[in-house]
Structures are given as structure tokens and as C-alpha cells.
């Protein structure tokens, strides 16, 4: 199976700090792959590097294509939707603006109706909320409203930064399931940024493990549901 | 009563002016984080553009249409060219340029047009209008029109339409609208470009009152500086209102208390300016914005 995502010897910096030393993994199409790792590893960073955030160097390809001298706003054309550690909401816009927003980097402008449908049934309690501001929703609403911006896009690849982040576990494990059903429905592969590893290797298919920078770990996420000392040394359960 | 009203429309008049300018203030405000002082003598210029035209023999509202139109251009054109590349510098840096290009637009209007006051038409007829013992003029009447029908434009477009959502979006969170495909940069240039507009309507709405010269927008520039301040430099349609408030107050002091009269009238804005930052900072619509530095 051919690549849908490649990064090659990926370094990150803030300012002169190096955030990542020399990250490599490519992730297939279809599948869904999540970065574990403590705080500080550099999950977000890595995330941030493939939306072109953050200065890096080496190499990231995406379908092929290369990333590294695009600009953020041209690499979400390409087909990757990033749902942002702090959920990135538009807090004076409506639930509906956020979402119509969500489609603005895509090719084909029209059938939004369509698209709104789409995410709507997966979140129907935004359905509800359409004419509200988006400021106003709980934390989980908005985490649901990160995603489903995101969908509007029509994504090929959705990038998600720690959709568990302050949520009550049963509203977390209602987005999980929703993740799920994206992934197995439209065919949006995921590259997912979690804490919460238990819960992250349970949707994953694979797994990296991210240290101080460098991924000391990596492979299908059974082996590592398994493995009980790499979970207590790395995972902490 | 009589003189109220008259007192009370031609307030209005001016204000909707006043508003207009610091409209252009705020959109400004709000998508760079910066007080722009040139923007009155963008204005200035503009109206002088429309000068041109008329004098050339283009029909009015033609030329008033076409100063627009360049004014819209020349906006983008400067943030493109001077302001893009000073952006991410200090705010004070942003300040001095676009406090150099107030000095700029000045002496090169003066060097072409020189400093000689020229007269400028009205499209409104000169005859004034009146209602009972109300005498209107005509051409306060027409500018508060004219105002209006510019806001309503602008209102439109940014609530209905999809372009209006973007720069919205660009202007409150520049990282989540770059994070949805949103050309930040661009949207930020259109805000000149909008702003320029909003400028050259106020210049070519002022100067039949005023005559035409380099120094046309100076004190208009400051009531539209007190009027942002009072409607709150964050919110646009408080920007609005606060123009007409600061029109009429300026208009009824000047007619009601004795000892200001006209000479003094100037200095109410100014009176305004430092009362609402003393009472209310954030004017009467803003939002309190809180930095950490």
C-alpha cells in the first residue's frame, strides 16, 4: 500500500529550542493512527509541523505531495483538516458559521446542505444549537464542533489534537465512537494526538510512541494493548 | 424646538461622516490590532481623486463611484506594499508608519493639488428643504442618505455573505481561520480596502461643507478618533452610533452653551475622548480585552 503520509527525519523549532529530533513514520490510507506520549513529547508539535505552524526541517509528503513550502491555508486545501489542541472555535460566530467556515478551503464550494446533513446526523445536538454562538456551548459541544468543522472540509486526512482534553468520559467515549464511524463511513484516515492511551489505542489501528522528541516506539496497536511493560513504563496503566 | 431639530439633523449629518471614518478606524483596529492615523488623509486624498474626475467632466456619481472604486484598490495596495511588511513588528513601528504615511498623503496631495481651498460639489440640490418652520439642508439630508445606504451595504456583506464570514473569521482568530483554508493576509487587505472606502465617502460627503485643501479630514479624523473611542473600538456598529452621538453633541454644545459656540466646538471631541477613557475605556459597545504581556 502506497504512503498517504510521510515524514522523513522531521526536526521542529520554537524559536532556537528544537521541539522534535528527527521524527520519521508514514501512516496508510484508511487507517487510523494515533501519537502517544507525555506531555511535552512533542504530539502537538508534530501535528502543527504537518499543518506548517511551526518552522521545521526534513521532509513531509502528502498523497506525494510535499508540504514543507506550502502554507497553512494551501496544505488544508490539499484535504487536511486539523481539529487544534484547544479546539480552535470561532467564540463570536454561530455553530452554523463555524461549520460553513469549515468548508471554505475546499474545491467544490456548493451542496454545503449536504455536508450539513452529514454532520448533523453525526452530532445531532449541534443541529440544535445552529443559531447559537459558538462561545456559549459546553466543552464537549465545542469539541464536537472542532470535529465536525473539520468534516466539512471533506477531508482526506483529519488531524486531532486531544479531542479528550476536559471532558467527561462519557461524552469523550461518545466522540470516540463518532470518530469511529467517520473513519469506517467517509474513509477519512486519522492521525490522532492523545493522553489518554487507553482510549486512543482502542480506536487505533497503530500506534507511535513520542519521547523527548524522537518516537522510541512504534506498531500496530494490539501489540502494544499487550505488552504489558511497555504500557506500564510508557503509558503509565 | 425648531432650531433643536435643525441643530438635531445636521448633527446627524455630520456624525453619520464622523461614522464612517471610524468605521474605517475599527475595521483596521480589529484586523491588525492597530489605531491607524492615516486614514483621514487617505480620505483627503480620495476626495481629491473625485476632485479630478469632476473637474475632467466625469458626471458625479460616476466619479463618486469610480473614487470608490481606486480608493478600494489603493487600500489593498498599501496594506500589500507598506504595512504587510511591518506587520509582526512592534506596535509602536505600525504606528510611526502609518503616522508617516498621514504625513506623506499631506504633502503630496499639497505638491500636486496644491494648498489652495477649492470648491467642491454636492449632488444634492442647493435648495434647502423644509417641513412646517424646519429648514433641512439639502445636502445634510443627502449625506445621512448616502451614509446609511453605505452601512446597510457593509452590514449585508458582512452578515450574508460568505466573504463577509471569512474576514470576520480572519479578524477574530487569524490561527483557526488559517487552520480552515483562510487567506489571513488577503482578508486583511480587503479590510483596507473596505476601510479606504468607507474614507472616501466620508471625505467626499464632508468637503461641500468644508471646501477642499490638504487638511481637509485633520479635524474630522479626531471626531471619528472620539467617536471610536465612545462606541468602542472593538465593535463596529458601536463605532457607527458613536459617530452620529458625537455629531449631534458636537452640533448642540456649540449651539446651547454660550461660551463654546463655534470656536470652542473642536474641543468637545477631544473633552469626549479623555471622558470616556477616564469612565468607561473600552467605550460604550467594546469588549475588555485583556493581554498578557
Keep these: ?237 | 424646538m425648531d432650531i433643536f431639530i435643525q441643530q438635531v439633523v445636521s448633527g446627524l449629518a455630520t456624525g453619520g461622516i464622523y461614522a464612517s471614518l471610524a468605521l474605517a478606524l475599527v475595521m483596521i483596529y480589529q484586523a491588525t490590532d492597530v489605531v491607524s492615523f492615516c486614514q483621514g488623509e487617505m480620505a483627503m486624498f480620495s476626495t481629491y481623486i473625485c476632485w479630478t474626475m469632476l473637474n475632467a467632466g466625469v458626471s458625479y456619481w460616476w466619479a463618486f463611484l469610480g473614487t470608490l472604486a481606486i480608493s478600494f484598490v489603493g487600500g489593498i495596495v498599501i496594506q500589500r506594499v507598506i504595512i504587510r511588511p511591518v506587520q509582526h513588528a512592534p506596535i509602536l513601528t505600525i504606528v510611526i508608519v502609518t503616522l508617516g504615511l498621514l504625513v506623506i498623503f499631506n504633502s503630496v496631495a499639497g505638491w500636486i493639488w496644491t494648498y489652495v481651498q477649492k470648491p467642491f460639489p454636492s449632488p444634492f440640490p442647493s435648495k434647502p428643504f423644509k417641513a412646517g418652520n424646519v429648514v433641512f439642508g439639502a445636502h445634510d439630508l443627502g449625506a445621512i442618505t448616502v451614509t446609511l445606504v453605505v452601512l446597510l451595504c457593509i452590514y449585508v456583506f458582512f452578515q450574508f455573505t460568505p466573504l463577509g464570514l471569512a474576514m470576520r473569521a480572519a479578524a477574530h482568530n487569524p490561527v483557526s481561520s488559517r487552520l480552515v483554508g483562510i487567506r489571513v493576509g488577503w482578508m486583511l487587505a480587503l479590510g483596507w480596502g473596505l476601510a479606504a472606502v468607507f474614507g472616501a465617502v466620508a471625505g467626499m460627503m464632508v468637503a461641500p461643507n468644508l471646501t477642499l485643501e490638504p487638511n481637509l479630514m485633520g479635524g474630522v479624523q479626531i471626531y471619528a478618533f472620539a467617536a471610536a473611542t465612545l462606541g468602542g473600538f472593538t465593535s463596529p456598529g458601536g463605532a457607527v452610533l458613536g459617530g452620529f452621538i458625537v455629531g449631534v453633541v458636537e452640533n448642540l454644545v456649540g449651539t446651547y452653551v454660550s461660551f463654546i459656540g463655534t470656536e470652542l466646538k473642536f474641543t468637545v471631541a477631544l473633552a469626549m475622548i479623555i471622558v470616556v477613557l477616564l469612565v468607561r475605556p473600552s467605550g460604550l459597545f467594546g469588549t475588555t480585552i485583556v493581554k498578557r504581556v
Design chain 1, 1 to 237: 500500500m502506497s504512503a498517504l503520509l510521510e515524514v522523513r527525519d522531521l526536526e521542529a523549532f520554537y524559536g532556537r529550542t528544537k521541539a522534535l529530533h528527527g521524527v520519521s513514520f508514514s501512516m496508510t490510507a484508511g487507517g487510523i493512527t494515533t501519537i502517544l506520549g507525555a506531555n511535552g513529547a512533542g504530539k502537538t508539535t508534530t501535528l502543527r509541523a504537518i499543518s506548517r505552524m511551526v518552522r521545521t526541517s526534513g521532509a513531509i509528503r502528502f498523497e506525494g505531495q510535499a508540504l514543507e513550502s506550502r502554507a497553512t491555508e494551501d496544505v488544508v486545501r490539499l484535504g487536511i483538516a486539523h481539529a487544534p489542541e484547544g479546539r480552535g472555535t470561532f467564540v463570536h460566530l454561530t455553530v452554523e458559521e463555524n461549520l460553513k467556515l469549515g468548508a471554505w478551503g475546499r474545491r467544490q464550494r456548493g451542496e454545503l446542505a449536504q455536508d450539513f446533513e452529514r454532520v448533523f446526523g453525526y452530532f445531532p445536538v449541534l443541529a440544535s444549537r445552529r443559531r447559537q454562538a459558538a462561545g456559549t456551548l459546553s466543552g464537549g459541544e465545542q469539541q464536537m464542533l472542532s470535529v465536525a468543522r473539520a468534516l466539512m472540509l471533506r477531508p482526506r486526512l483529519l488531524l486531532l489534537d486531544e479531542p479528550s482534553l476536559g471532558l467527561a468520559p462519557m461524552v469523550v467515549r461518545e466522540i470516540f465512537r463518532i470518530l469511529r464511524a467517520v473513519n469506517r463511513d467517509a474513509g477519512v484516515s486519522i492521525l490522532l494526538v492523545e493522553q489518554n492511551a487507553a482510549l486512543a489505542l482502542d480506536l487505533a489501528d497503530h500506534v507511535f510512541l513520542l519521547e523527548t522528541g524522537r518516537i522510541v516506539m512504534d506498531g500496530p496497536s494490539e501489540d502494544l494493548r499487550k505488552d504489558d511493560a511497555i504500557r506500564r513504563a510508557y503509558l503509565g496503566y
